[in-house]
C-alpha cells in the first residue's frame, strides 16, 4: 500500500484528510502547523487538523518553519504527499522526496486567486464561480502543473463559511477521484497560463473597513465575504462597529455614502454610494458583544437617528 503523508491546518482540510481514511488510505503522518493562542484568554489551541489525526490515532508532525525542519517527513519515505492549506511554502528539498510527487488541494480555479485568501476574494471581487484544482506543488506559490479542476457556483447569498463549506467538500471529493490517476502515474498535467494568474493575499485590516461610497453590490459583498471572519467594520461616533450580517434592500436615497436612512426592528437601512441601500442586520458595537441590530437598536444604539453618517 502506498505510503502518504498529508499536511493541512484548518477546517477546510478536515474533510479532506478524513475521506482519504475512510476510502483506506495509509496516512503515515499528519502535518500540521503548531498549537497557537485562541481567543481573549489565549488557551493554547491545537489546529483543526491535529485534531482530526488525533481522533484516528495517527501521528502528528508540528513544525515551526517547514523550510527548516523537514527531517522527520525524510524520515517517512513517502510515495506522495497530500497538502490542503497548510499554510507555508514547501522548499524543493521536500517537494522532491515524494515518489508521485506532492498535490495541492486549492480553493480556487487556478491560475485565478493564487494565495491564502481564494475563498474570501472570490465573494469580494463578486465572482459568479469558483472552484477547486488539484495540483502538483512548485516551489512558486500555487503555480504548479493543474491535475483536476471542479467548478462551484457563487451563490448572491453566499458567506466566507457557506462557500468555504462547499468548497472543502468538494476538493475531498474530487481528490478521491483523482488520487489513482496520480497513484498509477496516468495523471494529466496542465501547465497554468501565468499571465492569467490573480491573487488572494491574507486579509489586512485596510480591507476589513467598509466603503459606503462603494455600490450597493460592493459593498454587500465586503460583509459577506468577511463573514464570519475576519468581519467587516464600520465606525459609528467614532467608535468602531463591526458588521457581521446584512441584506441588500430596494430602497433608494439621496443621502450620501454611510448616511442612516432609516432604523427599524430589523435593521439599520444605509446609503450605499449609488443612491441605493444596504441593511445591516447583526453588528458588534464597541466593547459589546455581538448582537441582532434590533437588539443594538433596543440598547446601546437606542438614541441612534436617521440622518448620522457611519464610516466618519
Not at 493562542?37 to 489551541?45: I, Q, Y
Not at 516551489?139 to 502543473?145: P, Q, V, Y
Not at 496520480?182 to 501547465?191: M, N
Not at 492569467?196 to 493575499?201: G, N
Amino acid at each position: 500500500m502506498k505510503k502518504i503523508i498529508f499536511m493541512g491546518t484548518p477546517d477546510f482540510a478536515v474533510p479532506v484528510l478524513e475521506q482519504l481514511i475512510t476510502e483506506g488510505y495509509q496516512i503515515n503522518l499528519v502535518v500540521t502547523q503548531p498549537d497557537r493562542p485562541r481567543g481573549r484568554k489565549k488557551v493554547l489551541t491545537p489546529p483543526p487538523v491535529k485534531v482530526a489525526a488525533e481522533k484516528y490515532k495517527i501521528p502528528v508532525f508540528q513544525p515551526e518553519k517547514i523550510k527548516d525542519d523537514y527531517e522527520e517527513i525524510k524520515k517517512q519515505n513517502p510515495d506522495l504527499i497530500v497538502t490542503a492549506a497548510f499554510g507555508q511554502l514547501l522548499p524543493k528539498g521536500l517537494l522532491d522526496i515524494p515518489t508521485f510527487g506532492c498535490i495541492n488541494v486549492h480553493a480556487s480555479l487556478l491560475p485565478k486567486l493564487r494565495g491564502g485568501a481564494p475563498i474570501h476574494y472570490a465573494i469580494l471581487e463578486g465572482h459568479e464561480k469558483t472552484g477547486i484544482s488539484i495540483m502538483y506543488m512548485a516551489e512558486k506559490l500555487d503555480a504548479g502543473d493543474i491535475i483536476s479542476q471542479n467548478e462551484v457556483v457563487i451563490e448572491d447569498n453566499d458567506d466566507v463559511e457557506q462557500l468555504h463549506d462547499k468548497l472543502s467538500e468538494v476538493g475531498a471529493d474530487l481528490l478521491l477521484t483523482t488520487i489513482p490517476s496520480i497513484l498509477s502515474g496516468d495523471a494529466k498535467r496542465t501547465p497554468q497560463d501565468d499571465t492569467q494568474a490573480t491573487f488572494a493575499p491574507n486579509i489586512t485590516r485596510d480591507q476589513e473597513k467598509i466603503d459606503w461610497s462603494q455600490p450597493q453590490q460592493v459593498v454587500y459583498n465586503r460583509i459577506r465575504g468577511l463573514h464570519p471572519w475576519p468581519v467587516a467594520f464600520t465606525t459609528w461616533r467614532d467608535k468602531v462597529m463591526k458588521v457581521y450580517q446584512a441584506t441588500k434592500t430596494n430602497k433608494v436615497t439621496n443621502e450620501s455614502a454611510g448616511t442612516v436612512i432609516d432604523t427599524s426592528e430589523e435593521g439599520i437601512i444605509v446609503a450605499t454610494g449609488d443612491q441605493k441601500s444596504i441593511e445591516l442586520t447583526e453588528v458588534q458595537p464597541a466593547g459589546k458583544k455581538k448582537m441582532m441590530t434590533a437588539d443594538f437598536l433596543r440598547g446601546v444604539g437606542s438614541n441612534m437617528s436617521v440622518g448620522e453618517k457611519l464610516g466618519e
